[in-house]
């Protein structure tokens, strides 16, 4: 299947501080990425989906400012978490589907990368 | 708005004991429902995906249903790396996550 990473896996910051996130597509071009956080035992919270070439689609309630998204080419994504606070430490994955599976791209699964795990102190 | 609701919350099982996982959704016009496995600290792994009621899909000890209105998780004679948390994501203009069933799997 398609492969999805992210780096870094995990990373502990000061409060105030930014941190990027990356999200890559290793063996295929994924025009559309998600941005998903996750508090412990909670399911997956999508945050916004990324469009390559343009701006990303934030969910209702996601501070757009706050988590910037850059979708610069089809196979890398960035989050990042800007002015980091205690209260955003979380687990944040990225996933992408892989349109040369089907000619419908929505009912394409989605591949999700291993995760990130931020950490403000 | 859609919903996918999961059940139960947390399942234990004797290695051998078949049992299933539920996932109910309301969607009107669900335009396909996945299940994943996810493993403490990792993203979510690809399992099935199914479009229409009846529809079927297998992979070793797994095997997802669909109805109008459920789908089923049906795992056989697990052993204990079966153990993980199962999710199912389903909707119709966005796809949106259950919480999740928590499956362990004892020796």
């Known amino acids: 299947g398609a492969v999805v990473s992210q780096h870094p896996s995990w990373v502990i910051c000061k409060s105030g501080t930014s941190v990027k996130i990356e999200c890559r597509s290793l063996d295929f071009q994924a025009t559309t990425m998600f941005w998903y956080r996750q508090f412990p035992k909670q399911s997956l919270m999508l945050m916004a989906t990324s469009n390559e070439g343009s701006k990303a689609t934030y969910e209702q309630g996601v501070e757009k400012d706050k988590f910037l998204i850059n979708h610069a080419s089809l196979t890398l994504s960035t989050l990042t978490v800007t002015s980091a606070h205690p209260e955003d430490s979380s687990f944040y994955i990225c996933s992408a589907r892989d349109p040369s599976t089907s000619g419908r791209a929505f009912r394409n699964e989605q591949f999700f990368g291993p995760g990130t795990r931020l950490t403000v102190l | 708005e859609d919903q996918v609701t999961q059940s139960p919350e947390a399942l234990r099982l004797q290695e051998g004991e078949s049992s299933s996982l539920n996932c109910s959704y309301t969607?009107?016009?669900?335009?396909?429902l996945f299940w994943y496995r996810q493993d403490p600290g990792k993203g979510p792994e690809f399992l099935f995906t199914?479009?229409?009621a009846g529809e079927e899909k297998e992979k070793e000890r797994l095997k997802a249903t669909l109805t109008k209105k459920e789908s089923f998780l049906h795992i056989t004679a697990p052993k204990p790396e079966d153990s993980a948390t199962y999710l199912c994501q389903g909707g119709s203009e966005k796809l949106v996550f259950g919480k999740g069933t928590k499956l362990t799997v004892n020796p």
């Open positions: 969607v009107s016009g669900l335009r396909g």
């Open positions: 199914l479009y229409s």
